[in-house]
């Protein structure tokens, strides 16, 4: 695999296969890397990050990471990144093109909302928050140093990693047909999300050629038709790369644009791409990698399986997916078909 050269690259993409070896397709390397947006003031905390999922996962594969920034990153960054790892990485700057302004919202309406939800929410009066969420959720599969990838790992600075993988989660997803990997599925906040899923339930009765014959659509969306505000927390996740560049997504996201929900209220990638994964894809494409013990800031998962554990170094008391309404939910519920998803929809809001 060569990943492309392009005006938005920063350093030449040469795939390199790492450790893994290239003779046998049981050993071969996927087209897959661990993908972050990161800020130059974040180097240390994503060199954290890189070291710890080296330690616990791939310095037995050498799959690369694409960094990718809005602005230059500094030769000090490219320096001490690079020399925390024996991977590969490329360093990438994002299209202008995707990085801004929505062109279906206004700047005055958007200064307006920010001044109006300053207090009513985390990151309420923060536009460059609401420019990452617009971009995490339609354009950073989009970009050059992607485009030949068919998976890839959501990777953030200032996390933690807890458990040692002695398998490869790329080719793991590939294998068991999977689409979408996630290890904590929290709850949104109402406030940052009013008009999402009336937004979503037009999409739906405008494009029902675009929905699957069955869906796992019951689990963020109840049968009374409200959205139970679960999410795949996606500063994790894992995805086949297709799901993102389909029709379906992409057609999703343009509708979401243009209601400027990204900007008027601040509506998040996470809930984004949970909805829309719960809409078109059914439940056994979506995994919950467990065995992933995971720490944000805020929420934390330690695996409480003993054969999983001994992996682990972390708190088993950090169990919140073992007692969280999101993943009770994710338990209880099942596929309904296109019908039932559309019925859903047409059903009035119940606030």
Same mark, same amino acid.
């Given at each position: 695999?060569?990943?492309?050269?392009?005006?938005?690259?920063? /350093?030449?993409?040469?795939?390199? /296969?790492?450790?893994?070896?290239? #003779?046998?397709?049981?050993?071969?390397?996927?087209?897959?890397?661990?993908?972050a947006?990161?800020r130059n003031?974040?180097?240390?905390?994503?060199?954290?990050? $890189?070291?710890?999922?080296?330690d616990?996962? #791939?310095?037995?594969?050498?799959?690369?990471?694409?960094?990718l920034?809005?602005?230059?990153f500094?030769d000090?960054?490219?320096? =001490?990144?690079q020399?925390?790892? +024996?991977?590969?990485?490329?360093?990438?700057?994002?299209?202008?093109?995707?990085?801004?302004?929505?062109?279906?919202?206004?700047?005055?309406?958007? =200064?307006?909302?920010?001044?109006?939800?300053?207090?009513?929410?985390?990151?309420?009066?923060?536009?460059?928050? &609401?420019?990452?969420?617009?971009?995490?959720?339609?354009? $950073?599969?989009?970009?050059?140093?992607?485009?030949?990838?068919?998976?890839?790992?959501? $990777?953030?600075p200032?996390? %933690?990693?807890?458990?040692?993988?002695?398998?490869?989660?790329?080719?793991?997803?590939? %294998?068991n047909?999977?689409?979408?990997?996630?290890?904590?599925?929290?709850?949104? +906040?109402?406030?940052?999300?009013? /008009?999402?899923? #009336?937004?979503?339930r037009?999409?739906? *009765?405008? #494009?029902?050629?675009?929905?699957? @014959? +069955?869906?796992?659509?019951?689990?963020?969306?109840?049968?009374?038709?409200?959205? /139970?505000?679960?999410?795949?927390?996606?500063?994790f996740?894992?995805?086949?790369l297709?799901?993102? &560049?389909?029709?379906?997504?992409?057609s999703?996201?343009?509708?979401?644009?243009?209601?400027?929900?990204?900007?008027?209220?601040?509506?998040?990638?996470?809930?984004?791409?949970? $909805?829309?994964?719960?809409?078109?894809?059914?439940k @056994?494409?979506?995994?919950?990698?467990?065995?992933?013990?995971?720490?944000h800031?805020?929420?934390?998962?330690?695996?409480?399986?003993?054969?999983?554990?001994?992996?682990?170094?972390?708190? =088993?008391?950090?169990?919140?997916m073992?007692?969280?309404?999101?993943?009770?939910?994710?338990?209880?519920?099942?596929?309904?078909?296109?019908?039932?998803? *559309?019925?859903?929809?047409? *059903?009035? %809001?119940? +606030?």
């Open positions: 695999m060569s990943l492309p050269v392009s005006e938005y690259a920063t /350093t030449s993409p040469v795939y390199s /296969t790492g450790n893994a070896t290239v #003779n046998g397709d049981a050993n071969t390397l996927l087209r897959a890397a661990m993908v947006l990161v003031s974040e180097m240390d905390g994503i060199r954290a990050t $890189i070291r710890q999922v080296d616990r996962f #791939n310095r037995e594969f050498g799959y690369p990471y694409i960094l920034n809005d602005e230059d500094t000090e960054f490219k320096d =001490k990144v020399a925390i790892t +024996k991977a590969k990485v490329y360093f990438g700057k994002l299209p202008k093109s995707h990085w801004g302004l929505s062109p279906y919202v206004t700047e005055e309406k958007v =200064k307006a909302a920010l001044a109006h939800n300053k207090d009513r929410y985390l990151y309420g009066g923060s536009y460059s928050y &609401r420019l990452m969420c617009r971009y995490q959720s339609g354009f $950073i599969f989009k970009h050059p140093l992607l485009a030949h990838l068919d998976y890839y790992w959501r $990777i953030e200032g996390v %933690d990693y807890y458990c040692s993988l002695s398998y490869d989660p790329f080719r793991y997803m590939r %294998d047909n999977l689409v979408y990997g996630y290890t904590i599925a929290p709850t949104e +906040k109402e406030l940052t999300v009013e /008009t999402l899923w #009336n937004t979503t037009t999409w739906m *009765l405008e #494009n029902p050629e675009l929905l699957p @014959e +069955k869906s796992f659509i019951h689990w963020a969306i109840s049968e009374k038709s409200k959205y /139970t505000m679960c999410h795949f927390w996606s500063n996740e894992i995805v086949d297709a799901f993102y &560049r389909s029709a379906a997504y992409e999703y996201f343009q509708h979401l644009d243009r209601a400027g929900g990204f900007f008027y209220e601040r509506w998040g990638d996470a809930p984004v791409h949970s $909805i829309a994964a719960s809409m078109l894809l059914r @056994e494409q979506i995994h919950w990698f467990e065995d992933i013990g995971y720490h800031p805020g929420y934390a998962h330690c695996p409480n399986k003993p054969e999983m554990l001994r992996n682990c170094i972390c708190d =088993k008391g950090q169990n919140f073992y007692h969280g309404m999101c993943s009770r939910r994710f338990t209880e519920v099942g596929d309904i078909y296109k019908d039932q998803a *559309l019925e859903l929809a047409r *059903l009035p %809001d119940r +606030k």
